[in-house]
Nanobody, 114 residues
């Protein structure tokens, strides 16, 4: 059974950086595609970024050039490095196993505010 646990959220000022982590249990992690999504207050959940087992990445246009998704197979972890954060990035960030199980994590809050 796949389980995902996000961490790293917090309150930051505009222009700051933040790194999120998603620890995944279940095997084989190295074959899993993992995605980050986010949901802002009053809005639908939206795609942010994804990475395949082979390391191919994909990003939403709104974060391209500012966010970087990566993975460490030895740690069963996917990261989302976020730079130049804006108030529009305020949301609960979720990671998801983007394959067969479609399992979601519980989410981590990111708030960008001065």
């Amino acid at each position: 059974q796949v389980q995902l646990a996000e961490s790293g959220g917090g309150l930051v000022q505009p222009g700051a950086s933040l790194a999120l982590s998603c620890v995944v249990s279940g095997s084989p992690f190295r074959n899993m595609a993992i995605a980050w999504h986010r949901q802002a207050p009053g809005k639908q959940r939206e795609f942010v970024a994804a990475i395949t087992g082979g390391g191919y990445t994909n990003y939403a246009d709104s974060v391209k050039g500012r966010f970087t998704i990566s993975r460490d197979n030895a740690k069963n972890t996917v990261y989302l490095q976020m730079h130049s954060l804006q108030s529009e990035d305020t949301a609960v960030y979720y990671c998801k196993e983007a394959g067969v199980s479609g399992t979601w994590g519980q989410g981590t809050q990111v708030t960008v505010s001065s």
